[in-house]
């Protein structure tokens, strides 16, 4: 199969024009790709924990790319162009933005925050406003990044709902776009332990790849026990 692209945790392949194949790998890094390891079963929890996820959004009539779930670690996607914006929307008050700004680690935020960054390991994905997005020409109008906002909220309300029934704090995550072969914006790559905070809601401890980039161990453990936990009915 051809590789379209090689990622720092996933690979894309050419299934045909219109679908690639995404397979999820046990790499994991943090620090804009600074510090490394590979987990065995890493990439197949993902794989399954986004599906999940996509497939909850596609009963909510979200637009993903998802199609299919190809265990163990694939999943049959459309082919998008991507945004090359992260959107991230945060519940708490933690990781990189209580290094930035003086909010109190843990502070609850209603409405959500929602933060735009340009996605560059060079420039270390600098948040970027309006103004900034439409001058580095990543995206076509105010209004696409509205379209992204609204989405992203509702991605967001999809979730937390879901997870707080599992028992689970959805604390903030991060999302990407990209456009589909008749130019709708749809959700695209993964949701999942690699890309949200997930925070046990009785004993607020850490589900996700903080445990990695933290060095608090036991990292599978817990992507295991999120799996366990979304999966029952
Ligand atoms: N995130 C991500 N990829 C990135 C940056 C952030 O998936 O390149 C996710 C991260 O897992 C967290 C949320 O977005 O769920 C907010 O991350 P934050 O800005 O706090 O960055 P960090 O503390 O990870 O540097």
């Not at 299934?15 to 790998?25: H, K, P, Y």
């Not at 065995?40 to 596609?58: P, V």
């Not at 998802?66 to 999943?75: G, I, Q, R, S, V």
Request: aromatic share 8%; hydrophobic share 40%.
């Amino acid at each position: 199969m051809k590789l379209i692209y090689a990622g720092k945790a996933k690979s894309l392949y050419e299934l045909d024009e219109e679908r690639a194949l995404m397979e999820f790998r046990d790499d994991l890094t943090a620090g804009d790709g600074a510090k490394k390891a590979r987990k065995a079963g890493k990439g197949a929890l993902n794989a399954e924990i986004s599906a999940t996820f996509m497939e909850l959004l596609r009963e909510k009539g979200i637009p993903t790319h998802f199609l299919d779930y190809e265990a163990p670690n694939k999943h049959v996607v459309k082919r998008v162009k991507i945004v090359p914006i992260e959107v991230i929307v945060r519940n708490i008050a933690t990781g990189s933005l209580v290094r930035r700004y003086p909010f109190k680690e843990g502070t609850e935020f209603s409405p959500p925050i929602v933060e735009f960054c340009l996605k560059s390991d060079e420039y270390h994905d600098p948040m970027v406003n309006e103004d900034i997005a439409l001058a580095l020409g990543v995206v076509s109008s105010r209004e696409e990044l509205a379209k992204m906002r609204e989405i992203a909220l509702k991605v967001n309300e999809v979730l937390r709902e879901f997870l707080l029934e599992k028992g689970i704090i959805l604390v903030d995550f991060k999302l990407e776009f990209g456009h589909d072969s008749e130019g709708n914006l749809v959700v695209a790559d993964e949701i999942s332990p690699d890309t949200c905070r997930f925070w046990d809601a009785k004993t607020k401890e850490i589900m996700d790849k903080d445990r990695f980039r933290r060095d608090l161990g036991d990292v599978l453990k817990y992507y295991e026990e999120v799996k366990r936990r979304i999966s029952q009915n």
